[in-house]
C-alpha cells in the first residue's frame, strides 16, 4: 500500500471519529459534513490504480502480431542520466541541449553478462533503460527492436538535474 493511500486512510478514520462524535452532541451538520470527508477520502484511499500505474509506471498497450511484428507501448523512465558518457561528455549537459521532439533510440547491448539497454540522441547516450525493463524486454522479446520517442524532460535550470520519460 502506497504512502498515499495510508495517509487518506488515517484521514477517513478521523474525519470519521469526529463525524460520530459530533453527532450525539446534536451537531448534525458537522457530524455529516466529516462523515461524507471520510467517504471520500476512504473511497480514494481504497481505489484501485489504474493499469498505468500498477506496474511501475510501465503502460502495456494491446500487444498486436502483424506481419511479423509485436506492438507494445512502455512509458518509463530513463535511469543513469547523471551519469558521464564513456568520452566525458555529462548526459546532463546533453538533455539540457534537448527539446523533446528528437529522434531516439534504444541500443540493447550487455553489461556484465546482463542484458541492457542504451537510450540514444544521435550517437550520444542519454541514460539506460532500468535493468529490470531491459531484462524483461531481453527475455519476452529476444529479437525485437525496439522504437522510443520522448514524452518529457524533467527537472533542468540551475543545480536541478535533467532526466527524461
Known amino acids: 500500500m502506497t504512502k498515499k493511500k495510508v495517509i487518506l486512510l488515517v484521514v477517513a478514520a478521523l474525519f470519521a471519529v469526529s463525524g460520530l462524535t459530533a453527532l450525539p452532541s446534536g451537531n ?3 457530524g455529516v459534513g466529516c ?6 477520502c476512504a473511497y480514494f ?3 484501485k490504480k489504474s493499469a498505468g500505474k500498477e506496474n511501475g509506471n510501465r503502460t502495456p498497450a494491446p500487444a ?10 512502455i512509458r518509463t523512465k530513463v535511469v543513469g542520466v547523471t551519469f558521464n558518457n ?5 548526459r546532463q549537459d546533453i538533455l539540457s541541449r534537448m527539446s523533446g521532439s528528437e529522434d531516439i533510440t534504444v541500443e540493447k547491448y550487455t553489461y556484465n553478462g546482463e542484458p ?3 537510450v540514444k540522441w544521435g550517437d550520444k547516450v542519454i541514460g539506460n533503460l532500468s535493468a529490470e525493463l531491459a531484462g524483461d524486454l531481453a527475455r519476452k522479446y529476444p529479437k525485437a527492436r525496439y522504437t522510443a520517442e520522448i514524452l518529457e524532460i524533467s527537472g533542468g535550470g540551475g543545480y536541478r538535474r535533467s532526466g527524461a520519460i
Open 45 to 47: 484511499g481504497l481505489k
Open 35 to 40: 462523515i461524507v470527508v471520510a467517504a471520500v
Open 28 to 30: 448534525i451538520t458537522g
Open 64 to 73: 498486436a502480431a502483424s506481419g511479423g511484428r509485436i506492438l507494445d507501448t
Open 86 to 90: 564513456e568520452d566525458g561528455e555529462n
Open 116 to 118: 541492457a539497454a542504451y
